[in-house]
């Protein structure tokens, strides 16, 4: 056990550093980067620099989180003025008055009756807290027999015991367990026979949502709290929701007293053009769990967006008493919070929100534009995202769209890749000839993929 710094007595810099092993890298061939990194320096506006000095065009916003684009000067000046005013306040029974102005700009961002906000630290924490919120709120209302959590299939809820009971993504979940109690999945809507080429949303397939009917016969609504849906799933790759889907869903939920969470932790803070994807959906849910967006991932932070009757009906019993056993040592830290008042305010200055929603059709003619290249099987979009899949090759999944990625990055462009499908998702500043590079590009590393 030392002090030393290894690095640094090897001569070598941290631009530069010799020894990657320490490093366990997330959701990453660890081998396989380490043999020939990847490593960004930085960043300005669209671009990442690459430790090789290359100009990297960055297609997926970082991890679906730099909306703003990045290093934009009033995030980066709100964060070091708070580091130097009021590096940490504590969390539970203090409060910091950033925070709270925080928590009323996102309340007034969010569907109407949707006033009151918890703070994390990240899209996973988001979700776990709205869980047992969902189950606590359930209890404190009478109705404790509600405990079971629905999710669907493919879907994505960050790496939390709740987050992967809820998801549905088998590797994510099958090291792990038996994972948390009375969980049940709804089937995914993702259907390449109905919908391959659909343009945003697709006509077919609202019926996928009455499969909740079929849980609530099985179970009873009796023992189900709540239901977990991301809008539209990102990680999976892409996958739109049918038209009259989360209508639906809403219906049936509200035919049987179970909660509704939209995990906006993608879709939200303008990917689709507006606020949340409930407002683009027009549904809206019971809670919203949020993140990267949220401070266009310049410090980490999550959030749980709660209707004002599951909150009120948790403010009841004698006034001293904690009303949720529930929070984060770094619940709405003062750098968080003065990084996402600076986000929210720089969305509205540029009108980003509005600009992806003016930007999404040029993209989306961008993206179809794709159709009848190499490979390509389906192209999907809405807001500023679009998933691009491709044929597999047999017996080796993913290793097409890793190959693809892998080209890309030599290009000097930034992809995202799931499975055999790519994702696209740029922060929401690209012009339209950034649009074209883009695209071109794309279009030239899969004429020439194997
Ligand atoms: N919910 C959703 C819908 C997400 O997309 C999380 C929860 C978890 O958030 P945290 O902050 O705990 O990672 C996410 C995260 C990708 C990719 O490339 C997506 C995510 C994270 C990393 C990569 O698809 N989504």
Known sequence: M?????????????????????????????????????????????????????????????????????????????????????????????????????????????????????????GSEAVDSALKIAIAYQNVRGQASRTRLIGRERGYHGVGFGGISVGGIVSNRRFFGPLINGVDHLPHTHDLEHNAYSRGQPAWGAHFADELERLVALHDASTIAAVIVEPVAGSTGVLLP????????????????????????????????????????????????????????????????????????????????????HGYTYSGHPLAAAAALAALDTYAEDDLFGRAAEMAPYWE???????????????????????????????KPTARAFEAFLRCYDKGLLIRTTGDIIALSPPLIIEKSQIDEMFGLLADVLKALP
């Open 365 to 395: 003619d961008a993206v179809h534009a794709l159709k009848g290249l190499p490979h390509v099987i389906d192209l999907r979009n809405i807001g500023l995202i679009a998933g691009i899949e491709l044929e597999s090759i047999s017996g």
């Open 242 to 325: 049918p038209k009259g889907y989360l209508e639906r869903l809403r219906e049936i939920c509200d035919r049987h007293g179970i909660l509704l969470i939209f995990d906006e932790v993608i879709t939200g803070f303008g990917r689709l053009g507006s606020s949340f994807g409930a407002e683009r959906f027009g549904v809206t849910p019971d809670m919203i769990t949020c993140a990267k967006g949220l401070t266009s991932g310049v410090v980490p932070m999550g959030a749980v967006i709660v209707r004002d009757e599951i909150h009120d009906a948790f403010m009841q019993g004698p006034e001293g008493a904690i009303e949720l056993f």
């Open 2 to 122: 030392s002090l030393h710094d290894p690095v640094a007595e090897t001569g070598a810099s941290y631009d530069n550093p010799n020894d990657l092993a320490a490093f366990w890298m997330p959701f990453t061939a660890n081998r396989q980067f380490k043999q020939k990194p990847r490593m960004l320096v930085s960043a300005k506006g669209m671009h990442y620099t690459s430790h090789d000095g290359r100009r990297i065009l960055d297609g997926t916003a970082g991890l679906w989180c730099v909306n703003a684009g990045h290093g934009r000067e009033k995030i980066v000046e709100a964060v070091q003025n708070q580091v130097r005013e009021l590096d940490y306040a504590p969390a539970f029974q203090m409060g910091h008055p950033k925070v709270f102005a925080l928590a009323s700009r996102i309340a007034a961002l969010a569907p109407e009756g949707m006033n009151h906000v918890f703070f994390t630290n990240s």
